[in-house]
């Protein structure tokens, strides 16, 4: 008979897991493996609530595996090294996001893209080599591969930099991917949370002109006045949408919710391309000529590579981008999820593990 | 309230149209315009029969003006060129595709992208810049702006050309846009009719190795031995679409009934990307997941610039390629648009217009 999760691994741990799909969260005795040749240990401090740990707590996408411990924007210090680890070292600041392991072989995993990697084992509910389960962020420790930790730049702070390593990668990998990165050009953030808020600040670091499209006019004002988008779209107003059609040469769509590709479409440029970042569990409608017509097109994108993870918490901390959040302690997470369910948030809850009472 | 077609302009022309929804074409006496200083007046040959004019003929998309004289696949040997027209004289072998009139303005006919201009004028069924509605090929003489008229190299044959200036240009563009024209890639096409069997040869002439994704078996043996596509795969045949998983750098799609993607985007590798060249009158569902779980990419493309449309034709010449063809005299035309609407051809019907379309007296 398998082990418990108290008694798998040797060093003890503890956090807040779901246990079924109501998703509601308590606190949870389980263990970390050793700290292997190549791993690195590290004491959480911070850990950003995603959108998709919401997702997974109450198996909306049919996938999880209870009990859960979600967090995968996980911001902590070195506690400990393995032999072989030379790029870190005890007291470092480093983060671990959305993968913890890769087979290194394939070809994506040649190009520096181990996230499209078809065995990669995620930082939460994935099986890893030994055959236990990985655990997340909502707790004390974590033991990962060094070349799965990320050096967190001096000047970023913890907290509001944690969210980067999941919400700010995912925006920022098409970006560069797609192209959107020309000066002058103009970009569309669709939907306006932990992903978007993050598209409009690097939009704006990439110089492009950007404009927020949202079905919510109250976040007009601070879309403009607090992130520094150039202007706001209200997409439920279809004179303001027909009037904003053909202007924009990309789109980040950031919306989880099942929703029309339609409209969107028709706001991009000919050879304007859409890309979808979030993960809804139906599919999205895409009327055809809207692509045929005017060769546009819609890809997809699924956070982001090592070494490009690297570049983009190098690239924030340069420009000085990071996370706008509300801290929570880890006792008020049910609470925090709830709000996130509704939208309740501007833009990330980010736990503070460090000051927080898991038991 | 306008002048008759045959009054509208001063050279006697002769076509079929279809009058109404029921789309059966009959004979048509109407005109077409002067020479204008830079138009090319040519003696259509051939005439192509394209998908889209069985839709608008019985007005599917419900553009259609009627009395309406499909066609746009159109080649044939010049008779005059206007003064101020360089590119052609009188005896050269021409074609006209998709489109004959543009803003000349916009930023895509500054990138010689005129098909995707808002104020693109089509070949058929359009206002030209003068009021008038445009009649496309299947008649005996075309009178067109030389922009947008096409060279057809000498020892080319006219017949098997034709279709090229939709068809061809319509697979052709997304092969060289998308980049899967690298010799060593591995692109499937769905669909082998009309625009199937053209995309296939181009790809093959690329160095492209080519697998046919088709709900027929039966067109197996043609694809491979007659084609030239390096395998076959039946899109229902669940096995067969499970093994080729993640094995395509790109698929050019030209059903243009409403079908399911998710399953050709499996068929992608990562990265891999699903060109749309036909299009369903229905939107089509998309599986967000499929796309981000190997950044996957669904574009469309419509047709070419003439730019690419010239070169394209060059190509093709060059490579020796042509349509698969089967000739028809004008009477038979609405039993090759029922036959087509079956699928019943292979792989495009042209019309002989010089031998038989003629006005009877």
Known sequence: MAKSPETEHPQKAIGWAARDNTGTFSPFHFSRRETGADDVTIKILFCGICHSDLHCARNEWGVTNYPIVPGHEIVGTVTKVGNNVSKFKEGDKVGVGVLVASCQKCESCQQGLENYCPNMILTYNSIDRDGTKTYGGYSDLIVVDQHYVLRFPDNMPLDAGAPLLCAGITVYSPMKYYGMTEPGKHLGVAGLGGLGHVAVKIGKAFGLKVTVISTSPKKESEAISKLGADAFLVSSDPAKVKAAMGTMDYIIDTVSAVHSLAPLLGLLKVNGKLVTVGLPEKPLEVPIFALVGARRLVGGSNVGGMKETQEMLDFCAKHNIAADIELVRMDQINTAMERLAKSDVKYRFVIDVGNSKLQ | ?361
């Open chain 2, 1 to 361: 309230m306008g002048q008759a077609p045959e009054q509208e302009h001063p050279k006697n022309a002769f076509g079929w149209a279809a009058k109404d929804t029921s789309g059966v074409l009959s004979p048509f006496h109407f005109s077409r315009r002067a020479t204008g200083e830079k138009d090319v007046t040519f003696k259509v040959t051939h005439c192509g029969i394209c998908h889209s004019d069985l839709h608008m003929i019985k007005n599917e998309w419900g553009n259609t003006i009627y009395p309406i004289v499909p066609g746009h696949e159109i080649v044939g040997v010049v008779t005059e060129v206007g003064s101020k027209v360089s590119k052609f004289k009188v005896g050269d072998k021409v074609g006209v595709g998709c489109m004959v009139g543009s803003c000349h303005s916009c930023d895509s006919c500054a990138i010689d992208l005129e098909n995707y201009c808002p104020k693109v004028i089509m070949t058929y069924a359009n206002k030209y810049h003068d009021g008038t509605i445009t009649y496309g090929g299947y008649s005996d003489i075309m009178v067109a702006d030389e922009h947008f008229v096409v060279r057809i190299p000498e020892g080319t044959p006219l017949d098997a050309t034709a279709p090229l200036l939709c068809a061809g240009i319509t697979v052709y563009s997304p092969l060289r846009f998308y980049g899967l024209d690298k010799p060593g890639m591995h692109v499937g096409v769905v669909g082998l009719g009309g625009l199937g069997h053209v995309a296939v040869k181009f790809a093959k002439a690329m160095g492209v190795k080519v697998t046919v994704i088709s709900t027929s078996p039966s067109k197996k043996s043609e694809a491979i031995e007659r084609l030239g596509a390096d395998s076959f795969l039946v899109s229902r045949d669940q096995d067969e679409m499970q093994a080729a998983m993640g094995t395509m750098d790109g698929i050019i799609d030209t059903v243009s009934a409403v079908h399911p993607l998710m399953p050709l985007i499996g068929l992608l590798k990562s990265q891999g990307k699903l060109v749309l060249v036909g299009a369903p009158e229905k939107p089509l569902e998309l599986p967000a997941f499929s796309l981000l779980m190997g950044r996957k990419i669904v574009g469309g493309s419509m047709i070419g610039g003439m730019k690419e449309t010239q070169e394209m034709i060059d190509f093709a010449a060059k490579h020796n390629i042509r349509a698969d063809i089967e000739v028809i005299p004008a009477d038979y035309v609405n039993t090759a648009l029922e036959r087509l609407a079956k699928a019943d051809v292979r792989y495009r019907f042209v019309i002989d217009v010089a031998n038989t379309m003629k006005s009877t007296p």
